[in-house]
């Protein structure tokens, strides 16, 4: 398998205005993805609702993305869960859908113990046969291990190639990884909506997982960067941080306000809990998107898959 590097972002779950899974809306954002220059496409991660969403919901959707994406760029398959058993199901069946790993967080059953937890990803990595990217996110999410419990247990299990490191401060974590890893681990990635990304490549990051609401620009910047444009990447990253600030905030209702405006969803629904966009909100969004236009080229999404009107 070739080392992973650029932009993954990932994809949300799209609803109908009536919480059901919208098939032919997540298609049109995963079109819109793959347009946008996207090195592969990650599903579900917490940017997806994924808690919000049933097993089955989550195996029929991975099943979906498997024969749309049909090998065009890798997936990756999130296989988060707390019981080992059902996360082991959920890497299967991201790798009989032609996922080439599974991105799975650190259980908080296992929270101050290195070997349970390295039991816990032996799991999921024997019963899919895919690498393991294990994603360090902080609490409440995830349990947000140090360097030298996410050495350990990488160093333990195998089948973990990759880390996602969200917990802070990321960059100094992330040189440390990439110090210290060895060959134990194939690349580091960042996460946390990109809001860190220029440290964070800057230290050694192959690569980012970004929510998907603005994929060009951040294909062009981790594009500037490779090409040692890093003060060309650093003017993107300066233009998108209102909107990043404001993602941190509304998380999926931010994504999904922003896919909506551009004709790529029809309903913004979201199940998980948190703050909804007022109508100050929704002005200052119109604004800080206006002020960013010439960065979204995309008028279109490829395939035939027609977008919203406006």
Request: glycine share 10%; net charge negative.
């Amino acid at each position: 398998m070739r080392r992973l590097a650029g932009v993954f972002p990932i994809l949300p779950t799209i609803f109908t205005s009536g919480a059901q899974i919208d098939l032919p809306g997540t298609r049109r954002v995963l079109e819109y993805i793959l347009a946008a220059g996207a090195a592969g496409v990650v599903f579900p991660g917490l940017a997806s609702e994924y808690d919000m969403l049933s097993v089955q919901e989550r195996l029929q959707v991975t099943e979906a993305l498997g024969g749309w994406i049909g090998g065009r760029v890798p997936f990756i398959v999130g296989a988060s869960h707390p019981d080992g058993a059902v996360a082991a199901k959920l890497a299967s069946a991201g790798a009989a859908a032609g996922a080439i790993a599974s991105m799975v967080l650190t259980p908080h059953a296992h929270a101050g113990d290195v070997e349970a937890m390295a039991g816990y990803f032996r799991e999921v990595h024997a019963a899919s046969g895919i690498a393991i990217m294990l994603q360090n996110a902080p609490a409440p999410m995830g349990v947000g291990l140090n360097v030298e419990q996410v050495l350990a247990i990488a160093q333990a299990v195998d089948g973990i190639r990759y880390i996602k490191e969200e917990t802070q401060p990321s960059g100094h974590r992330i040189t440390a990884l990439n110090e210290r890893g060895g060959l134990a681990l194939d690349a580091v990635f960042g996460g946390a909506g990109a809001r860190y990304v220029i440290d964070e490549l800057t230290r050694g990051a192959t690569g980012t997982m970004p929510a998907c609401e603005i994929t060009e620009v951040h294909v062009e910047m981790l594009a500037r960067f490779e090409r040692g444009d890093v003060e060309g990447a650093r003017e993107l990253f300066e233009r998108t941080l209102p909107l990043l600030s404001m993602q941190a905030v509304f998380r999926w209702r931010l994504t999904k306000a922003v896919l909506r405006r551009r004709g790529l969803i029809d309903s913004d629904y979201v199940r998980s809990s948190g703050p909804a966009l007022d109508a100050y909100d929704q002005r200052e969004l119109d604004v800080l998107l206006e002020r960013i236009a010439d960065l979204l080229p995309l008028d279109h999404v490829p395939n035939g898959q027609a977008r919203m009107g406006r």
